[in-house]
């Protein structure tokens, strides 16, 4: 993705380690755990290791000077821009949300979370949350590399600010009573946030701002976090019912079709026959 010399967001906002429910987590610390088991290690050491670190991370400032901070805040304006002027387009207002940059640990309003949670979107302080150590996990961890597959991350939480905005699912929860029913609740707002981010990504093709590869990077790192994929590595198997997010091949696919469309109609999730 060309980004180097362009406007980046002023609404970049970083904070070292050390306040709801948090929308789009949660990869974060199956990675993890990803991690350890393939050296045949303990899940529950690595959580305490984990929060060692989080102490200790205080002593160091490894955001500041990082290269992908100012690519991620170049992408935040991007989709400031892309939002901004598609919701003009139906005559409403674009509430730019806050980026948050952080490492260890962060206080939202949606709690204090650990990085081991993934990216993550509050709702409650309208802000996306981000530990840049998530993009090492994505390249090294789950092989999904590449400048655009951190941009796909970045605009996939920006997509849960789109729907709240627009409120959208709120009617279809009020009808959620069981766990099963929450979990698919969440795979079709999770996918809901892909296919947004495929819409972000149109625009910015249409700028010509993509270079070869990025639009397969951002497919490879749709896939990488499905939830099948996810619990394979960690059980050997998968259990549809605890899908919270959906599976690759849907991820890819509602992706896939936003970036086709490049318009907010074509992202009904919760009406779709087929997710």
Avoid at 81 to 92: H, I, M, N, Q
Wanted: glycine share 12%; net charge negative.
């Amino acid at each position: 993705m060309q980004w180097r010399g362009r406007r980046e967001s002023d609404n970049v906002e970083v904070r070292q380690g050390r306040g709801g429910k948090i929308i789009g987590g949660g990869v974060g610390l199956v990675v993890t755990i990803i991690a350890y088991l393939l050296f045949g290690g303990d899940p529950g050491a690595v959580l305490n290791q984990i929060a060692a670190f989080v102490q200790s991370s205080d002593e160091v400032d490894p955001i500041k000077d990082d290269e992908r901070a100012q690519f991620i805040s170049v992408v935040l304006a991007d989709t400031e821009d892309v939002w901004t002027a598609v919701f003009a387009e139906r005559g409403l207002v674009y509430e730019k949300p806050k980026l948050v940059l952080y490492s260890g640990s962060v206080d939202s309003a949606c709690g204090t979370q650990q990085s081991y949670v993934g990216p993550f979107y509050c709702p409650g302080d309208r802000s996306v949350y981000i530990d840049l150590s998530f993009y090492d996990d994505l390249k090294y961890q789950l092989n999904a590399p590449g400048d655009f597959a951190m941009a796909y991350v970045v605009a996939h939480e920006v997509g849960h600010h789109v729907q709240t905005l627009l409120g959208s699912g709120e009617d279809e929860w009020e009808d959620v009573d069981t766990e099963k029913e929450a979990n698919a609740f969440s795979v079709k707002y999770e996918l809901q946030a892909d296919y947004l981010a495929g819409v972000w990504a149109n625009h910015v093709q249409g700028m010509n701002l993509l270079e070869a590869g990025d639009v397969e990077e951002a497919l490879t790192a749709a896939s990488a976090v499905g939830d099948d994929k996810l619990q394979e590595k960690v059980r050997g198997y998968s259990v549809p019912e605890t899908f919270t997010h959906g599976t690759a091949e849907q991820r890819k696919r509602w992706l896939s079709k936003g970036l086709q469309t490049g318009t907010i109609e074509g992202g009904d999730t919760f009406g779709a026959k087929k997710l």
